[in-house]
């Protein structure tokens, strides 16, 4: 899966509902014909911040490695609570399926992605599709929030402290607040974690996955990522943990060396899934 020709995007409703419906961006190679495999991007932001465009960066890449990528806005804090942002993603990944055509999606296996709080949407939404039309083959999460209670914890443990030279998204207070503007209360954090489903059995598939964890990242630590991977392989699921040398937090957002490794690695594992 090199990368093969510019890519072209447009923007499109993927929920109807009262109030401003949710956006999905479609990235799509430049003159591509025939159906492309479909990967759901979840962005991140602390289920608080950004949109669509966040991972505009590695969406593109992938896009021009012959992919149709489906980045999602969907409902964060402080105006809405958890479910609401799995629910979004959950319709966004029906709305792929139901639009195929109409998108130049082909049938065969569809993918989700998604970093940090991102990464613990489309996690969830792996392993609890709901329905078959919401089903996803694999996924990719990026240092992902996977255990929401963890960091919640971790961060109220941190607050008063400097940011970490070099860590521009760790920010304490600002992480703390925007978990309890989505979440509400620890219990629900706890809910939402994939740690805790794995434990409970509280899931309906464990598709394979491939999880990239930057070494200096402050916002998740590497122990969080490894408690939950063994989990999943204890109960039976395949993951590549791929730990990524001298980077932070988001790192694969931005261009430079370090993005187009991870960037190649992402694109070999989408491509094992897809071949026949």
């Known amino acids: 899966m090199a990368p093969t020709s510019d890519v072209v995007h447009e923007d499109v409703t993927y929920l109807e509902r009262g109030g401003a419906p949710p956006l999905a961006?479609?990235?799509r190679p430049a003159g591509a014909a025939?159906?492309?495999p479909a990967l759901v991007d979840v962005h991140e932001g602390a289920w608080r911040w950004f949109d669509?465009?966040?991972?505009a960066h590695f969406d593109r890449a992938l896009a021009a490695s012959g992919m149709l990528v489906v980045a999602l806005d969907f409902r964060m804090a402080p105006a809405h609570r958890w479910p609401a942002s799995l629910d979004d993603v959950r319709a966004g990944v029906r709305f792929v399926r139901a639009n195929a055509a109409r998108l130049g999606a082909s049938k065969g296996p569809l993918g989700l992605i998604g970093g940090s709080s991102g990464?613990?949407?489309a996690l969830v939404a792996a392993l609890a599709p709901g329905s078959p039309e919401a089903r996803a083959a694999y996924a990719l999460p990026l240092w992902p929030i996977a255990d929401?209670?963890?960091r919640y914890r971790y961060a109220k443990a941190r607050l008063g402290e400097a940011q970490p030279e070099g860590e521009r998204f760790f920010a304490p207070e600002r992480l703390v607040r925007a978990q309890e503007e989505h979440f509400g209360d620890e219990e629900t954090m706890r809910r939402a974690s994939v740690p805790r489903m794995l434990?409970?059995?509280d899931f309906e598939q464990l598709p394979p996955l491939w999880v990239a964890h930057?070494?200096?990242d402050r916002n998740v630590t590497l122990a969080m990522t490894q408690d939950w991977v063994a989990k999943y392989r204890a109960r039976g699921g395949s993951v590549e943990l791929e730990v990524f040398p001298g980077v932070g937090h988001g790192f694969a957002n931005f261009p430079g060396p370090d993005a187009d490794r991870c960037i190649a690695r992402m694109?070999?594992?989408v491509a094992r899934q897809l071949a026949p």
Do not use: C, I, K
């Open 25 to 27: 961006r479609v990235y």
């Open 34 to 36: 025939g159906p492309l």
């Open 52 to 55: 669509r465009t966040a991972d």
């Open 119 to 121: 990464g613990q949407l």
């Open 148 to 150: 929401p209670f963890a």
């Open 199 to 201: 434990d409970d059995g």
């Open 214 to 216: 930057p070494e200096l």
């Open 267 to 269: 694109r070999d594992f």
